[in-house]
């Protein structure tokens, strides 16, 4: 008896504290609540720490110019984990609209996880911006949700258009990462442009993330000869690729797309990615001072390293949104005022997030660290890739690809 | 002919690791019964103290033989402590309870270590050093192997030979099989048991650990997840191949190895880590004790 | 009549609650509390297989997936059509769909039992950690069969899946599989069960049939599993492969070991515990899964036999309906007198 009784007290207090947990949180009076989502653990806790970078440096840039305040209201960011897992981001992002009433919501990385989330803010009417989702899926979901990246049918036509033009080559094989949907899509759209430019895909190798030993894909890529390689993956398995590449005699140059930046990509590679190419947001040695600013700013914050697309992504959306907000704070005073002061689902709180979404939707030429950003009708970033080549042992400036 | 040669050498390769992962589950199981869910971490442990002694003496900018043999001797002892640690503070207690708490305590070690290296290692993957510098050689015929690659079998091989030394030809490998046989028949003979199983810890986290860092050695990439596939995958090798039997480990990890390696380069790369599963069900449908493993009459 | 009458109270109270509950709570906590109803649905079922059984199964994941994405693409494909043209012919909203929502988790779970069917065939065999490892090598090989389809929308999943699941829908699973899992513990067949979870081979003895029973104890343990699979995806929007790893079949196993094996209530309890705790760290961000799993480890060093042993916490007002209790646990490993089994 007695234990029955100990476990039923046990019981209350699990769901006591749950409550307690819910009914605290949410927005003081006097500050406006930005959310932010991503996988901080999990497999994927790389992107959700570069997203947490990126809005901490927008913040930190808030702090330094405005003491952090827009509309004399404190701006705090509330970050929460959803360990790489769509259910979990849809329940954060429930979490962050209703328990933390948050006015805006900046995240995910994955596609996967924004599709998961995306319903949530458009059915609450608040604006989510996806930093660096590619998938043209994502801000089909609805009007309150954006990105701040190119989609992958873009940057899978840049890079055909590159290898069949620029590097003018004919036969190309495809290593797909088959896990992860951003690589299946980048595939998709090289192969129908590079045919379409009459070139001939050899053959289609394809591997997971996370995998190691990719020497049986690259022996069969080896027997068909092809002139390059397309590797739409993430930096992490490029680098080990080209090195088992090099390792097996594959000499020519390999391709990727933006999930290839990383300031780890040349370490891990090493000389095996000499002579290779790939599609980015920006280039490092870009010498336009904003960007040049980020690079010292975050090599200042974090130990001396380069920041990835990711961070720079994130931090774009971060500002974007606090200009967003301070505009409204200068143009509509009193509709400002619905941001802080009422509930999450409160008719004023509707409209001051209504109009919160037309200034996001109008952004128009928005100097960012990954370049001029405008908002197209789809909600879509339009702005032009850069390709970079690995020379020297250093990332370089190749060409632009405009939209 | 030299694709499918270079394939076997390849495949070869990465059986070995999967075999030593795979003693370490065959060892305990062996001795606790126990499908010990944490070894696929202690094998990430393994890489990531290989990484900070590396770069702690620089093993890196000068790539010497002799710092890549402290490399991995460092590695191997740190997992050795960090097993036997496991072993007394999370197993033992749960050793006299049901299977299955003692497994569900083996998954909660397990998200520890990941969340644990997690929040001390960083989010972001590390890069092992070149502790060896990368070398082809060729085989002829248009095969090649790296010196890495021949590093991984010469260790791994090493390594197999003095377990069955000891297994087979001392005081303690005896003992350690009384154990596996029964534990009660074990301490009447005057056997520590718990000892011997504190033992059989040790030697299993030491050869995940070299299997780690030999692993990080060819594919420098490591992070607080890398355990959780290679993990599993060694531990269906260690049922394929009839587990608690040893040779049977050794032998699943080669077939797993070789087998994937097949499939990726000449059926679908796609189907890369269902493979595993399928040639395991098939097998054990077959021979429902693994290739080695003895069936036993059940007693009534 | 009285069960009709019982029937009819029940739906009543469940699509009452479903009014009130939605407008009253916060939808987060309201998302919580469906996901506690999904989890005690999984929980449940996995208890038929393991608690009731003793058979091990850590696959249960791969069969959520299954009835997941079965009742996805044919709300997607079929249910969606089937919906507009009812409420087009007048039919209330709430009616149509969940008119197609319950086609939908009926297929869902059917394909999943079928599944379970398959997967329980092999168990006539193999015993103890060998069939563990098949059944988890079943899971994985449906991710990985998913994640190639282009049905299933390979690594992205499909999005956009109809929002049809509430309250009302998800309790009353709850309500259908716990009403079965004690009926199930009180009867004949719920004997045989326990007799070949305590000793197969005494059991077949006694002229139970075990290779019926087993297969019939993953049978209704997939369906169920499917169901709630289709209850998750239809309450997320999405299906995405990510869902479905063996780490989620090891949550459900958490829960049933930790709610005591056997116990339905047990695994109610511990479904809504391990539910609400990881919510309830999350003040605490990234040291969360690291004391997560320090609690796992805690709880089972110092409680083995779960929160509730092989005990049923009774609603006080209904006699003791005597069901047998599971055995003590197991004496210490033991390996050479019992093997593997």
Redesign the interface.
Known sequence: MTSRTRLRSGFGLVLGLALVAAGCGGAAKDELVVGEYGSLTGNDADFGQSTKRGMELALDQLVAQKQGKIGGLKVRVVVEDDQGKPEEAATVVQKLVNQDRVLAVIGEVASGRSLAAAPICQEAGVPMISPSSTNPKVTEVGDYIFRMCFIDPFQGTVMAKFTAQNLALKKVAILTDNKNAYSVGLTQFYKESFEALGGQIVTEQSYGSGDTDFRSQLTAIKAKGPQAIYLPGYYTEAGLIARQARELGIQVPILGGDGWESDQLIGIGGTALEGCYYSNHFAADNPDPRLQEFLKTYAAKYAGQEPNAIVGLAYDAGVVLFQCMDKLATQSPEVFKGLSSSRAGSPERKAACKQLRDLIAATTNFPGVTGNITLDANRNASKPAVVLEIKGGKKVYNTTINP | MSEFLQQLVNGVTLGCVYALIALGYTMVYGILRLINFAHGDVYMLGAFFGYYVARAIGAGQDPHPGKALIVLLVAMAGCALVGVLIERLAYKPVRRSSRLAALITAIGVSLLLENGGLLLFGADPKFFPQVVAARNLSLGGGVTISNQQLIILAVSVALMFVLRMVVMHTRIGRAMRAVSFSHTAASLMGISVDGIITFTFLVGSMLAAAAGVLVALQNPKIDPYMGILPGLKAFVAAVLGGIGNIPGAVLGGLVMGVAEVMVVGYLSPTYRDAIAFILLIVILLVRPAGILGKHTAEKV | MKRVLTLIITLAVLAGLDLVLARML????F??LM?CGINVILAVSLNLV?GFTGQ?SIGHAGFMAVGAYTSAVFSLHVGRVWVAGLEAAGVPAPLAQGLALLVALLLGGSLAAVAGYLVGL?SL???G??L???T???G??IR??I??LDITG????L??IP?WVNFFWVFLVVAAVILLSVNLANSTHGRALFAIRDDE??AE?LGVNTTAYKVFAFVIGAFFAGVAGGL?VHL???A????FT?LRS?EV??MV??GG?GSVSGSV?AA??LT??P??L??V??????I???M??VL??TR?????GSRE?RLPWRRRPGGPAAPA??A??????????
């Open positions: 916060n939808p987060y906590v998302r919580v996901l393991n091990f092999p065999r193999l015993r950690d060998y563990a490892i098949v988890l090598g079943f994985e090989i990985v069969v994640q190639n390979r690594a992205l999943g999005s956009g929002g081979v005494a003895a998750s997320l929007s999405v995405s492969p990510d869902s063996f090891i196993i958490a070991v930790l094996l309890l809504i515990v609400l705790l919510e309830v999350r003040p961000q990234q040291y969360r899964m690291v997560y799993s320090l796992l480890i089972m060093v083995p036999q779960g929160l509730l916490l646990p197991a210490p490993a033991a390996p050479a007198t019992k093997g593997a089994s």
